[in-house]
């Protein structure tokens, strides 16, 4: 099957993709309260991003995310729905934060090593 390169702005979001989506995935993968995490799968799956990087990273996050939820269940116990509840817009920032810290790492690595780290 013979594809057509896409061009303007659907080349363009499938650069800026595969270079930085799977940030857009560990993200809300991580977070403790819902944040829309199907928009970016599916951008992922049309990007045609490999399946190991794509589970590899969706893993990471939500091993993570589930243990912070564990630690805080024995720490907490049954206060911690009252936690997650009252610090909601503390992990909407935190949230933001971490994609801008990833999104600087990438950036910086590109920058500090060139074409390589951008043409993987």
Known sequence: MNKAAPEGRGAKFREWFKRYGMVTVFVPALMPIPMPLKLFVISAGV??????????????????RYFGAAWLGVTLGRESTGFLKTHAWDFVAGAIALFVALYAFILFRDR?????AADR
């Open 47 to 64: 990007t045609g991003t490999a399946l190991a990087e794509f589970i590899t990273v969706v893993v990471l996050a939500r091993t993570l």
């Open 112 to 116: 500090r090593f060139g074409s390589r």
